[in-house]
């Protein structure tokens, strides 16, 4: 599986938007980029999930470059609530494969 | 419908005694995990099951680490006996067939062992 690498934190305040990017430079044709959130005392929740150029939801963005060797998450607006550590995995979709969890990157949204 | 269900949510246990975990997946899920996190940490996968069969259980330290599920269903994970280095939240999560993508995961029983 390919090995992903984020930055181990952010800070930024109420109502910025906030992008993360992830590294992810020996992915696979078959691979998927996916993103979970976790607060604390809490499991992982889904977040995002593409394979190539924008993927939006109510949530977030995805963006991933035409040689998908990064993948940057944008957050609009965040909130206090976004407060969270962000985990970047990359894998194949559907029940086929782990799903392996770097150390994330933990967002501190202040007021 | 109720998400991923993990029981117990806390558990605090002497060290070389025996402990169990378990984990209800959302229904019709046939792809189960259990990941052991440490603090600060991000989840470290322990085993995967498809149905009832461990496909990948790698990870899992066999010689105190054992787990099951029986009729692919609910799961188990049990550490016997359990050693200081053990204390940790261990998390379960349960995805769908080959048309899912998005895994679920229960809020994890925090172990501690003293």
């Known amino acids: 599986l390919a090995k992903t690498t984020q930055p181990i934190s952010m800070d930024s305040y109420e109502g910025q938007e906030v992008n993360i990017t992830c590294s992810h430079n020996?992915?696979?044709?078959?691979?998927?980029i996916t993103w979970y959130q976790q607060f604390p005392s809490q499991g992982p929740r889904f977040i995002i999930q593409?394979?190539?150029t924008k993927v939006t939801n109510e949530v977030a963005s995805l963006f991933i470059p035409a040689d998908r060797k990064s993948s940057t998450l944008s957050l609009p607006r965040v909130s206090l609530s976004d407060t969270a550590v962000y985990y970047c995995?990359?894998?194949?979709?559907?029940?086929?494969?782990?799903?392996?969890f770097g150390k994330g990157t933990k967002l501190s949204v202040k007021p | 419908e109720a998400g991923v269900v993990q029981s117990p949510r806390y558990k605090i246990i002497e060290k070389k005694q025996p402990v169990a975990f378990w984990c209800n997946p959302i229904?019709?899920?046939?792809?189960l995990y259990w990941y052991l996190q440490n603090l600060g940490q991000g989840p470290e996968l322990l085993i995967r099951?498809?149905?009832?069969?461990?496909?990948?259980d790698s990870q899992l330290p066999k010689d105190r680490f054992s787990a099951e599920r029986l009729k692919g269903v609910d799961s188990t994970l049990k550490i016997q006996p359990a050693e200081l280095g053990d204390s940790a939240v261990y998390l379960c999560?349960?995805?769908?067939?080959?048309?899912?993508?998005?895994?679920?995961f229960g809020q994890g029983t925090r172990l501690t062992v003293v």
């Open positions: 020996n992915i696979a044709t078959n691979d998927y």
């Open positions: 995995l990359v894998g194949g979709a559907g029940s086929q494969g782990n799903l392996i």
């Open positions: 593409g394979y190539k």
């Open positions: 099951y498809e149905n009832e069969e461990a496909v990948d």
């Open positions: 999560a349960s995805r769908q067939g080959p048309e899912g993508t998005e895994a679920f």
């Open positions: 229904s019709g899920h046939n792809t």
